[in-house]
């Protein structure tokens, strides 16, 4: 670490961050470097502006990259910069900033499409283990077996061919393969914050995964939703649910309802709904190690009796029918409740 002095040296020194601060030169630096990244020549940098707003030539844009033997720069105008700071996406008082300030947001975006392509990826694998899953349970039936060998048949696929294609989609050791990528990134994506504030995961008991939220979830869906949806609807009604399903292990008991729908059938919901409920009762009875536990047990508690939007007092009532502190009731439904928005978090 520098002394006080030493540090005093460096922000007075001519080439220090604090001698540049704000200036009209850094502003050059800034739209060279948001060009070299995009890739823009000076003309399109010219036509940017001008479909900004900002009437510009491809010459003003060499004289305010290309300073002079002297140093100098053409001045840049505030519409200029006001149009700059449009088309590159920055705010106008990030423009004059020291060229750090442009490396530290080119970092920051960095990071935030890291997080979004990593969620999109997951939403993907999600879609992909739905159709494998029903692509299983399909050729699970001989007669569809042989339906798929003869179309392969007519497209000069030889039998072996077939049966290895067959044997691909069937292998479940593949499947679990699959299936574990998508819980690795997953956890991957949980060490990473939200990356819109960086923040990391938190350790509140409140806010950790849970997977009576996704069972609640899943029960909402099959045993509310469906029901009631015409069977139109029902796919993307499970599209939309296909990563709670993955999480909470529901794929193998619900892919027949999930396929007959697919293919315009209704399906009876009630064994997939008997076996959340199973799952629940299951957590219910354990022994809980932790806070954690403990709050899912309730929150499975409180999912069985159906309770949904309640208010305060209602709460209240609700806590002391199952003999718990109204805090550990309202820490039990926010964990219960924290998947069953409308969208996938």
Not at 27 to 37: H, K, T
Not at 128 to 136: G, I, P, V, Y
Not at 195 to 207: A, E, I, L, Q
Request: proline share 5%.
């Amino acid at each position: 670490m520098r002394d006080a002095t030493s540090g005093n040296a460096e922000q007075d020194s001519p080439g220090s961050p604090a001698s540049r601060t704000l200036s009209e030169e850094n502003v050059a630096m800034r739209v060279a470097w948001e060009m070299r990244r995009r890739g823009w020549s000076q003309e399109r940098m010219a036509q940017e502006l001008t479909n900004a707003g900002c009437p510009t030539h491809q010459s003003a844009i060499s004289k305010i990259v290309n300073p002079k033997p002297d140093g100098s720069r053409r001045v840049i105008s505030v519409d200029e910069a006001i149009a700059m700071a449009r088309v590159f996406g920055i705010p106008l008082e990030e423009l004059p900033l020291p060229p750090e300030a442009a490396e530290g947001r080119d970092l920051h975006e960095l990071s935030r499409t890291v997080t979004h392509e990593g969620r999109k990826a997951k939403a993907q694998h999600a879609q992909f283990l739905l159709a494998w899953a029903r692509l299983r349970h399909r050729l699970s039936q001989q007669d569809n077996r042989a339906f798929y060998r003869e179309f392969l048949a007519q497209r000069r696929v030889g039998v072996d061919q077939a049966s290895e294609a067959i044997k691909v989609w069937r292998d479940l050791p593949s499947w679990r393969d699959a299936t574990a990528a998508y819980y690795k990134l997953e956890r991957t994506l949980q060490t990473l914050g939200t990356g819109r504030d960086m923040t990391p995961p938190t350790d509140d008991v409140r806010r950790r995964r849970s997977v009576v939220a996704d069972l609640l979830r899943a029960r909402e869906l099959f045993a509310s939703r469906i029901p009631g949806a015409p069977v139109r609807v029902v796919p993307d009604l499970v599209d939309h649910f296909a990563q709670t399903l993955i999480r909470a292990d529901l794929l193998e008991v619900a892919i027949p309802l999930i396929d007959s729908y697919a293919r315009g059938t209704a399906h009876p919901v009630d064994e997939v709904v008997t076996e959340i409920d199973r799952r629940l009762q299951e957590i219910t009875a354990r022994e809980p190690k932790n806070r954690h536990e403990y709050l899912e047990s309730l929150a499975a508690r409180i999912g069985l009796r159906g309770e949904t939007h309640e208010s305060q007092e209602r709460q209240a009532r609700s806590a002391g029918d199952l003999g718990v502190s109204v805090e550990d009731y309202r820490d039990a439904k926010d964990l219960g409740d924290m998947y069953r928005e409308s969208g996938m978090r």
